[in-house]
């Protein structure tokens, strides 16, 4: 089944406590993205990588990294949380010649 | 950066009306799409408008665009209790390199009463 998953589902974790969101997609992909969404601001996109070793910055890039190292896997990354990023993360993927998005099921994060 | 908005925030109906969502956006774009969100879930791409297009047909779904406004709207006709969930207009911005410029609404919650 054509699929993108993150994992994992739920993360609490604590202020300054590295941790890693993977997202990983089986439809050869080339485009991957990762957004949050949050109450009365809708989606926002963080990064986005069009191929691999391929990323940049969407809107609201602070206090995130991202890694594309195989076409298949697009992991997030927060090396210090801190509880302005407790959201619900998205990963998405799209095709060469497509222009909707794939989402995966996303990860709700909270950071106390 | 460019942010569509949608109208209304919230919808509340009942089973078999229509229900009709709005967007606007603020740049030219390329293409303007519509997705689900059953709550707390992935969205779910339901239908793309092209720049060059004014209408475009799914199933129960209608969705128009209005480039001289600026707006597209989203029609459900016959709608179920199914149909209960978040609907988001998402741009694609003319002159955009990459997908990294589609960019969303804030979303219509739709409630669809049995």
């Known amino acids: 089944e054509a699929q993108v998953t993150q994992n994992p589902r739920y993360l609490i974790t604590v202020t300054g406590k590295k941790l890693t969101v993977t997202c990983s997609q089986n439809m050869n992909h080339e485009y991957m993205s990762w957004y949050r969404q949050d109450p009365g601001l809708g989606l926002r996109q963080i990064y986005y990588s069009m191929n691999v070793e391929v990323t940049d910055k969407g809107d609201v890039p602070e206090g995130y990294k991202v890694s594309r190292k195989e076409k298949r896997n697009f992991p997030l990354i927060l090396e210090s949380p801190s509880p302005n990023q407790t959201s619900l993360y998205f990963c998405?993927?799209?095709?060469?010649?497509?222009?909707?998005?794939?989402f995966g099921n996303g990860t709700r994060l909270t950071v106390t | 950066s460019q942010q569509g908005e949608e109208d209304p925030q919230a919808l509340s109906i009942q089973e078999g009306e229509n229900a009709t969502m709005n967007c606007s956006y603020k740049?030219?774009?390329?293409?303007l799409q519509w997705y689900r969100q059953n709550s707390g879930r992935g969205l779910v791409h339901l239908i793309l408008?092209?720049?060059?297009?004014r209408e475009k047909h799914s199933g129960r779904l209608r969705v128009t665009l209005d480039t001289s406004k600026k707006s597209s709207s989203l029609l459900i006709t016959a709608s179920r209790a199914a149909d209960t969930a978040s609907y988001f207009c998402a741009s694609f911005n003319a002159g955009g390199t990459s997908y990294g410029k589609l960019t969303f609404g804030q979303g219509t919650i739709l409630t669809v009463h049995p």
């Open positions: 998405a993927s799209s095709g060469t010649g497509e222009v909707t998005l794939h």
């Open positions: 740049t030219s774009i390329n293409n």
């Open positions: 408008i092209r720049s060059n297009e």
